[in-house]
Structures are given as C-alpha cells and as structure tokens.
C-alpha cells in the first residue's frame, strides 16, 4: 500500500506546485537536470486538476507548501534555513512560512490538555485563552495558573499531527531516492540523509517532553550569560503534548520601530545576538538553529529573549575546534592554515594538493575582505567555502551545514537590526577566546586530563586487559620471525606501564 500512496501523493504534489506557479522556481533553485525537469512536468502539468490552489496572495512556494499542509510547511522552513541547497532567492520566500496555518479548536485544545495531565483545564489554569499563534506542528495559549496566578504560555501539538507527518515523511523519501536515481550530481547533497535529518527534527518536536529537555539544557549552559534570558519549563503542566513555560514580555526582534520607541539601541542587540550564537555553538556546542526574529524578544532591560527550542543543534568538540579553526584562518587571512585544517580533519581527500586548495580559499576569502562593512558575512564565506570544497571532492559535512545555515539566518537578523554591522569585527573575539580555550596548552592539559580520568575509570580492570593482550603478542610467532627481539622488550615495557596506571590511576582521580 505505501508505494501506490507515495506516488499519488507525489503526484499531487507535483500537480499542486505547477498549479501555483512554484514547480519552475523550484526546479530553477536546485538547478536540475534535464531528466528531473522532464520526469518534473510528466508528474505534474497532465494532473494540475489534482492541485491545491493555495491562497493567491502568497509568493509561489510559500502557496503551494501552505496548501500542501503541515509536513511540507515545516520541510519548507527548514530548507529556508539550506540556501546552499534551494537558492538564496527560495530560501528568502520559504521564510515567510513560520505561522502560516489557522489555529485548531479551543475544544480540541482542552482535550489534549486534559488528557494529557489527567484532570480538567480548570484544575490547571484559571484563565485559558484563544490561540495567541499557530504554526505548523502546535499552538500557543496564553494562560493563568491556578497554583500561584502566575501567567504561562502552554504549547499544545496539532491533533493527529504525527500521523500525518509520518505519511508525508514516506513521500518525501521516496521522491529523494528518486532525484537520486534521476540526478546522480545530486548525491553530493545527499538528499535522503536531508531528509533524514529532516525526519528527526520533526520527530523531536512531536514529543513536547524532548522540547522540554532542550530548554532545560540549554537554560544550564547559558545561566551565566549575561543579558540573555530562557523561559522556565514547568515541568508538572508539560508533557509529551503540551509544553507550559513562563510567559515572557518584550517586544519582537523584528520590530526596528518599537525598538527605537523604547530607546534601545539596535547596534547593541544585534552584536550581542551574534556573539551568543557564536558562543552557544563554540563554548557549549549546542545552540539555539531556529533563531529567526519570531523566536527572539527583547526585554524592557534589553536582555535577549530566545524561546521556541524545537530546533536545537548539536556539535561535538572535535567539529568546534575545527569550525573555530576555519573561522580564525579567515580572520587571519591565513588560508595555508585553513587548507591545512581541511585535510587534517579528513574533508578534503588527502591525494588533493594543499597549496591548490589553499589557493582556491584565497579566491573566496580576499574578495570578502575587500568589501564594506554590509557585505561581509561569514554565511556567504561558508557557502562559497562549500562551493571550492566540492571542486576539491569534499562530500556535504552535515554537521557544518546546520551550523552554517543557523549562521545565515543569524548574520540576517543581526543586519536587520544594523545593517552596519561587521561581522567579522564582532566575531572575532568570541572565536579568538574559544581558540586559547581550546587549542592552546590550556586545552592539551585539559585532554591529557581527561584522558586519566578515563583511564582511572577503567582502573581495576586495565591490569588484566594489558596483560592478556600484550602476552598475546608477546608470544606470537609473527613476532618471533618478522621483528627484532627489541620489539618483545618495549613489549614488557608496555605492560609495566599499562600495569602501573592501572593500579595508580584510581588513587589520583
């Protein structure tokens, strides 16, 4: 039954972007070859009838997303944040796409509620509003406890949402594995690990539970920060269906003129909005990737307000020293060294030539530091970056592009704030303290330390595994016929080591 109901509703989607005017720009934004375009318009221009209109008044691809439903709105706003798959242009149109669907009905809201916390609404809240937003996946109400008074904003998933997105999510894999068949240059995107990622954003944010952990995580690493506030969780009203945080007062990151009104000043918020980002991805390697002006107010004090946490990205230390690396090197205009961070870290194949690639960094680096202070952007530094590496066989690095797109959307509200702003001037210090942190003798101590501790951990049982192990080549006969008898003592040697942190280890740490 799948196969039959991923094509028709491959199908219908075809039909619905050629109806509104969407399959061309599309098809145009990925640059498709011929084979796509014509498999494109057999799909969809015969079967248009099959379409849904969509409203007029929107851009093209925001129309047909909009009417496809939930699972192609929220696939659209995360390929706004991929301008190096879609375009510039229908990564711009795709942002538009944050709350584009009517609410669902009170009445529907109050059951998810109630059947979630196992007692009536008016048990939980003594005031309960109408939706105060509506996207994709949930809505927002506006509430009053009934514990303390103290107003709370409770997030309540669509009814029936996952099982809809699961049936879309097929369609989507079938059509990537499709591109793939019909477009083999496509595989460097990796259109179905796309996908993939997209199937687990999704899936994280139709458990409230998981979104619930990430703010509480996220809360932890950034308590310190100074003049950035997160919403409290509260945990007894939240659920695998409905989130209840604090309600938090300000006035949207978008609105240039109210700002102004307050007597805030925007060049402030704007620096210090792209030096949190950077230091969330950097210092903690788990940052806020769906930071566009809906998810950030500004406070009467004017600290920074961020909610929203359904999308949350995640790096591990290894990939941050290697990104903060990269940026440094660009800062630096040190493109030897970038190249060589290329290689060293296995992105580039090692039978490429590094002065040709440090080469080809030059083109894309000394460009942007002839431009003003409104055109430098680091986001175009990484797309461009992207586009030499591919030159050189570099595969698609997952991890980087979702810190690269976060980038985008960050660097987008930082100059709509102050178009002024320059970005490398702002980032430098943010990647240059990260860089002492975690690259110099500091951090090699750090890592020997932890290095121990792991050796400590594993104390008691480091004495038999060495021994076991090294007698085992010991007594090889490999070892007897292809080696000198030097080799058997550094042998011995090795085992008293292993022997001696084993034992002493556990005493230290």
Not at 440 to 451: N, R, Y
């Amino acid at each position: 039954m799948r196969g039959p109901h991923n094509i028709f509703r491959l199908i219908r989607t075809g039909a619905t972007l050629e109806r509104t005017g969407a399959m061309n720009i599309i098809l145009s934004a990925y640059k498709a070859p011929w084979r796509v375009r014509l498999v494109a318009k057999v799909i969809g221009w015969p079967f248009q009838w099959l379409g849904y209109k969509g409203d007029p008044s929107m851009p093209p691809a925001t129309r047909a997303l909009t009417a496809l439903g939930p699972a192609y709105i929220k696939f659209g706003q995360i390929l706004s944040t991929r301008p190096d798959v879609v375009g510039n242009e229908l990564a711009a149109q795709m942002r538009v796409l944050q709350d584009k669907l009517p609410p669902f009905p009170m009445i529907e809201a109050q059951k998810m509620i109630e059947a979630e916390l196992g007692q009536p609404l008016s048990e939980s809240f003594k005031e309960f509003s109408e939706p105060v937003a509506a996207a994709s996946i949930a809505q927002v109400h506006r509430a009053k406890l009934v514990s303390d008074g103290s107003v709370v904003a409770v997030k309540v998933l669509r009814p029936g949402i996952e099982k809809a997105f699961q049936r879309d999510i097929d369609a989507f894999y079938f059509a990537a594995k499709m591109v793939e068949i019909l477009a083999p240059s496509s595989r460097r995107l990796r259109p179905v690990e796309v996908i993939q990622h997209f199937e687990g954003v999704v899936l994280g944010e139709l458990d409230l539970r998981l979104e619930s952990s990430s703010a509480g995580e996220f809360a932890k690493n950034t308590e310190k920060d100074v003049g950035f506030q997160l919403p409290k969780v509260n945990w007894s009203l939240s659920g695998k269906n409905i989130m209840t945080l604090d309600w938090v007062e300000g006035i949207s990151a978008g609105d240039n003129k109210a700002l102004d009104a307050a007597g805030h000043s925007r060049k402030n918020i704007s620096e210090r909005i792209l030096q949190l980002f950077l230091k969330h991805a950097l210092r903690d390697g788990f940052f806020h990737a769906d930071l566009h002006q809906g998810n950030l107010k500004i406070s009467s004090n004017g600290d920074i307000i961020a909610y929203d946490f359904g999308i949350m990205g995640r790096i591990d230390e290894y990939t941050r020293r290697v990104y903060a690396e990269i940026l440094f090197g660009f800062i630096r205009r040190d493109y030897k060294r970038v190249a060589e961070v290329h290689f060293e870290a296995g992105y580039v194949p090692a039978d490429k030539d590094v002065d040709e690639f440090a080469q080809a960094l030059r083109a894309v680096g000394e460009p942007i530091f002839g431009m003003d202070a409104t055109q430098i952007s680091m986001g175009r530094v990484l797309t461009y970056l992207f586009n030499v590496t591919e030159q050189f066989g570099m595969e698609t690095r997952t991890e980087l592009i979702l810190l690269q797109r976060t980038m985008v959307v960050v660097e987008g509200v930082a100059r709509s704030l102050h178009p002024q702003i320059n970005i490398w001037e702002v980032a430098s210090p943010i990647v240059q303290d990260y860089i002492k942190e975690s690259i110099g003798p500091k951090a090699l101590a750090k890592d020997l330390l932890s290095t121990l501790r792991v050796l400590a951990r594993f104390g008691p049982k480091l004495p038999q595994l060495a021994e076991a192990a090294l007698i085992r080549t010991y007594n090889s006969p490999q070892l007897d016929r292809k080696h000198p008898r030097a080799l058997k003592r550094w042998v011995l040697l090795a085992l008293i080591v292993g022997l001696f942190v084993g034992w002493f280890a556990p005493h230290f740490f």
